[in-house]
């Protein structure tokens, strides 16, 4: 039922009660723009901790007039209300007069027993953003429902996690003061396919239920709270709406610079010398990286809250030695505390664990005040160790039985907050035992969450081009609400033979330009260098310009902190009255100069961009085109199509391999025409909170009309930046890049390697010249490999700007070198000119990924390598019986060149999800080497969790632990012909999906460790 009809009000300390003959209604203003409305049963209203809005602040003067007997009309220095009494009702204008939202003429909001529910109309054209991270990747949510109850996400789809702020294209924005429970029905309401999980955490509806308002002009909020608290933010922009939800729920503190670089991270680094390898890796090829992360089982069991010390023998030492190479580390953390766990018994005494049901998982219960005391005190030895950022994994809880409670009360009101709780302790009790800024990584975030340094990861994802399509839309619609420290998985997490260089590389273009900016995944390597030269190449680079841009990207954090400003914009923030422009959904800005429009299509090797009206510039080759106005953009594999808005400053510092070094003596200023412009740069110590006493610097950054740039200090302490810094100035004005104009036709040659060994071999064609140039292009294969069917080696083509041209080929020979080398030659007719370019291209992984493979074989007793089968005397017998079972040698068609170098093993079909599910056994793999004549080598391995290796049966070596690549120091000698290579894996695990369980790289290289390519491999 309704509220009713209205029996009194008055007006109260700056409160306009309304008593009704069911409840209570109340309205104030917080801000002459923000207007607070309450409602529910009884006579008073009670303030309640919701974790929102952590403190509701003073209320501002408004001027009430009573218009008529049943008509009210609310003023402030913004905004008019008028309020219909009898039914209760009201329409919310600026002071011009212009309509921003109103309510049905009858029936706004409904009380039940335990719910409450508000509604407004829409106009036909509103748009709503915002409401949290939507696995559904709807950016604009009208005729959609939203819920607000966190799910872990997984596959397709990323976690739901609702945060109840959205905002409309009419003006205002709308933020939800509960934890409860809520569902946002938006015009017609289409509600969202189920979670991937939904038994883990039940939401207190039925999914596939609608909620019962799909009224097509209409949007209701309802809420599992006997009485709702809300706030409308009337403002023009986005910005100015996203500014009003931090003066509300708080701001977000500046992060620690290095939480700006890359973050590299996979499903997981197993020990002490594996993460200290990485580092040095990093280090020797001098790729740009800043923190490394040290994800799950770290420990022993969850709840233990103490290294391992078999696989962490000396943390400290490690974490010291991390930090003088200048790397930061995140440490993963989770709720739940196992029975069997060293914590268990002493939480459970103190009452620090949820009350969960019978048979149920327990979990921490950070709303306990002394639980989160306790949990710091923990986790603080951890910060002594050196650990500098937290990774608050699985807190949506992702496991959260109903009739589960905590110290705060019901799992209904815990359940949205959960996280938010968890962030708060950590980041209230660092702030007061040390001096560096928190940084908290969660995978679950609500309104309010970012005030404790908390930044949100979209969850275990799959590694595919529609995943990617996906999670560019919704880390927009994240950032659009009021959470601006977002990133995803660069290259998706769960991986599978979708997986690719080129999609890798791709996400990782895009990830650039992501507020943060980390990889993850369970492949067994996820490292700058695993995905081959070409990939490297263009990683680095990538990695290199996110570093230069650090001056950029760090000033933008600043306005983050001052004002909420989103990093990662969405088109409907800027080109709000560009209709076009705001319905591209995968094109969006980065800061105020940058649009980004990344490429999520396999194969795609151009894509259209909008570009709204203005001047812009293609920040590779420095072109101008005008605004309004779609443009076909090329983009090689090496690069994303990126343009820079006319007016814009962009400050660049020099190549750098951390960010957290010393300020930079030189910056390069790159302006570009277009109008005066001005960029607001901004320093600070980059690692303390002092910036909050003053000790930071502006130096302000302007360009007139005719380009003259200039450079002064705005603010603050001049000791922050060197004395003798230089600024050199860049103008850009559209001029064509010199060194391309020489040539009239330029070529760039690419290829993607898939899982089952067949490779596409992209060329991008481009003619820089008016006229149109004639070419044929002529594909030469190596040996052993050969076109798809229906394809041919030719392609010709006439080409006015660009065009692409690709091949799909496969390997035909039964035995092969591990790197393949082809070329294509272009012929090039224009004007009576012949011109012939050639180019080079070659794949492989470098590693022998064509083995036969025979498991798995129990592993009784668990002795591993000791448990010897049939096979290690009786090599090539086509099968083996273990159990009763026939075991026959076979090869994985799925896999020809199995992530890019590390064979997975046992092969399937005895176990298709081998690497979730096996966890004790032995399996072999079998290969051959062909060579010319005998010939001396050296054997390269890495092996998980041990391996035992035969070259002509003869025993080479074994080892019994964890082998990161190596060579041995043993040269072996290959016989002239066939060379037989079988190696076997054992393995007992209690707890796999590491990325790497059960699997070995193998290569054979020369005394100098080169590949020693003239060998042909062969399963």
Not at 320 to 337: D, S, T, Y
Not at 380 to 385: L, S, V
């Amino acid at each position: 039922m309704d509220l009713g009809k209205t029996i009194s009000y008055e007006k109260r300390n700056n409160t306009l009660t309304i008593h009704t003959a069911q409840g209570i209604m109340e309205l104030s203003f917080v801000q002459e723009d923000i207007m607070r409305l309450r409602f529910g049963r009884g006579t008073a209203l009670e303030e309640r901790e919701t974790l929102v809005v952590e403190t509701i602040p003073d209320l501002k003067k408004f001027e009430l007039i009573t218009s008529s007997p049943e008509t009210l009309l609310l003023k402030t220095g913004s905004i008019r209300v008028n309020l219909l009494l009898n039914p209760l009702s009201m329409q919310v204008y600026t002071n011009e007069v212009q309509k921003i939202v109103s309510t049905p003429a009858a029936n706004t909001t409904t009380l039940e027993a335990h719910t409450s529910t508000i509604r407004f109309m829409l106009t036909p054209d509103e748009k709503i953003y915002g409401l949290g991270q939507d696995p559904m990747a709807n950016l604009n949510h009208r005729d959609k429902e939203r819920r607000m109850w966190h799910e872990w996400g997984a596959h397709r789809r990323s976690g739901n996690g609702g945060i109840p702020f959205y905002m409309s294209s009419e003006g205002y924005g709308f933020l939800l003061n509960s934890s409860y429970p809520s569902r946002f029905a938006i015009g017609k309401a289409e509600v969202a396919e189920p979670g991937y999980e939904v038994n883990y955490a039940p939401a207190p509806w039925a999914w596939g239920q609608d909620s019962g308002e799909t009224h097509p002009d209409r949007l209701a909020v309802l809420l599992d709270e006997d009485s709702m608290d809300l706030f409308l933010i009337c403002r023009k922009t986005f910005d100015q709406i996203q500014k009003g939800y931090v003066e509300l729920t708080g701001h977000a503190p500046m992060p620690p610079k290095w939480a700006l670089g890359f973050i590299q991270c996979k499903n997981r680094y197993r020990n002490q010398e594996e993460l200290l390898y990485i580092a040095r890796e990093y280090r020797r090829k001098k790729i740009p990286c800043d923190v490394l992360v040290i994800d799950w089982l770290w420990f022993k069991e969850f709840g233990d809250l103490e290294w391992f010390k078999e696989s962490w023998p000396n943390p400290r030492g490690m974490l010291k030695e991390l930090n003088e190479m200048g790397f930061h580390v995140l440490q993963a953390q989770h709720p739940f505390i196992e029975k069997h766990s060293l914590k268990y018994d002493t939480f459970k005494a103190k009452a620090y664990l949820n009350k969960t049901p019978e048979g149920t998982r327990p979990t921490y219960d950070h709303s306990n005040p002394e639980a989160r005391k306790a949990w710091w005190q923990e986790i603080k030895r951890f910060y002594e160790d050196g650990i500098r950022g937290y990774w608050t994994d699985m807190g949506e809880l992702e496991v959260h039985p109903v009739g589960t409670e905590s110290y705060l009360g019901s799992r209904e009101r815990v359940h949205n907050i959960y996280s938010s709780l968890w962030n708060k302790g950590l980041y209230e009790n660092q702030r007061r035992d040390f001096k560096e800024r928190v940084f908290n990584l969660p995978r679950a975030a609500y309104a309010g969450i970012q005030r404790y340094g908390s930044a949100l990861w979209s969850g275990d994802i799959d590694a595919s081009w529609e995943v990617l399509h996906d999670q560019v839309i919704i880390g927009q619609g994240v950032c659009l609400s009021g959470q601006q420290y977002w990133c995803t998985d660069i290259g998706g997490f769960i991986t599978d033979e979708r997986f690719t260089d080129e999609l890798y590389i791709r996400w990782l273009q895009w990830g650039t330009f992501c507020p943060i900016f980390r990889t993850h995944g369970t492949r067994p390597d996820n490292e700058a260098w695993s995905f081959g030269k070409q990939a490297e190449k263009i990683i680095s680079d990538f990695l290199e310009l996110r570093y230069r841009l650090m001056p950029y990207i760090y000033s933008c954090a600043r306005k983050v902190t001052e004002a909420g400003t989103p990093i990662m914009r969405a088109m409907c923030m800027d080109f709000a009255d560009d209709s076009t422009a705001v319905a591209q959904d995968t094109q969006f800005m980065f800061g105020p100069a940058f649009l980004v429009a990344p490429i999520v299509e396999k194969g795609a090797r151009s894509r259209k961009v909008y570009l709204p009206s203005g001047i812009w510039y293609d920040f590779w080759t420095g072109e101008k085109y005008s605004g309004k106005r779609w443009i076909e953009a090329a983009a090689p594999l090496h690069r994303l199509p990126l343009y820079v808005k006319g007016g814009s400053i962009i400050p660049l510092g020099p190549r750098i391999e951390w960010a957290a070094g010393e300020a930079p003596e030189t910056l390069d200023i790159h302006a570009y025409a277009g109008g005066t412009g001005s960029f607001e740069m901004y320093e600070d110590d980059g690692l303390t909170y002092g910036y909050e006493k003053g000790e930071y610097i502006k130096t302000l950054i302007t360009m007139d009309a005719s380009c003259h740039v200039s450079v002064q200090k705005l603010e603050g302490e001049d000791a922050l930046i060197p004395a003798n810094r230089k600024y050199n100035i860049v103008v850009h004005r559209g001029e064509k890049d010199q060194t391309q104009a020489c040539s009239s036709i330029t070529v760039d040659v690419d290829h993607s390697l898939s899982a089952n060994g067949h490779c596409t071999i992209s060329a991008l064609i481009t003619n820089r010249r008016e006229s149109e140039a004639a070419i044929k292009a002529s594909l030469h294969l190596p040996t052993g490999w050969t076109l798809k069917s229906e394809e041919k080696p030719v392609i010709a083509k006439d080409v006015k700007d660009f065009t692409c041209m690709q091949w799909e080929v496969l390997p035909l020979a039964n035995a092969l070198p591990l790197v393949h080398h082809a070329s294509i030659i272009f012929e090039v007719q224009q004007k009576e000119k012949t011109e012939h370019i050639c180019r080079e291209i070659c794949w492989g992984s470098g590693y022998a990924t064509r083995w036969k493979i025979v498991g798995n074989f129990d592993n009784p007793g668990e002795k591993g390598l000791d448990n010897i089968f049939e096979v290690e005397h009786n090599l090539h017998r086509p099968y083996y019986e273990e159990d009763g079972q026939k075991l026959q040698w076979n090869r994985n068609p799925d896999q020809e060149f199995n992530c890019f170098g590390y064979v997975a093993l046992p092969h399937p079909p005895k176990s298709p999800n081998i690497a979730q599910e096996f966890v004790k056994g032995v399996s072999y793999a079998k290969c051959g080497i062909w060579s010319e004549k005998e010939t001396q080598g050296w054997i390269e391995i890495s092996a998980d969790p041990s391996i035992k290796l035969w070259l002509n049966d003869e025993l080479i070596c074994q080892k019994n632990g964890i082998v990161l690549k190596q060579v041995l120091e043993q040269p072996v000698t290959l016989k002239e012909g066939w060379n037989t290579v079988l190696i076997k894996i054992a393995i007992a695990c209690d707890k796999p999906a590491s990325g790497r369980e059960y699997g070995f790289n193998f290569r054979i290289v020369d005394q100098d460790k080169h590949l020693m390519n003239h060998l042909l491999y062969r399963a």
